[in-house]
């Protein structure tokens, strides 16, 4: 089993920056990678970063190419998610959840196993 816990969201300006963590226990990241995701009221669940566990390479969607960076620190078995220049339209609750499949594209969130609580980010204009 493994239990994902995200931290760090919070109301923020725009143009503003904030850290996002995603810590797991029970069982590590190990050999998986991990993505976050978003969701805004009324909207889907939407991929944002994806970073692999190995080499690590990492993959963004457009829309936070640029501004967000992904990274992992395999000492504390802990993700993380740098937003800058955050925008109104980044607003939504964030989730972290470990990838189950290895093979294509990292922006399905049905390969996704374990997911965490989420946390709120709120970005005022």
Known sequence: Q???????????QA???LRLSCAASGRTFSDY????????PGKEREFVAHISW?????TYADSV????????DNA?????LRMNSLKPEDTAVYYCARRARIAGPPDNRFDY???G???QVTVSS
């Open 2 to 12: 493994v239990q994902l816990v995200e931290s760090g969201g919070g109301l923020v």
């Open 15 to 17: 143009g503003g920056s």
């Open 33 to 40: 990678g991990v993505g976050w995701f978003r969701q805004a």
């Open 54 to 58: 190995g080499a690590p390479s990492t």
């Open 65 to 72: 190419k640029g501004r967000f960076t992904i990274s992992r």
């Open 76 to 80: 504390k078995n802990t993700v993380y």
């Open 113 to 115: 196993d374990y997911w």
């Open 117 to 119: 609580q989420g946390t």
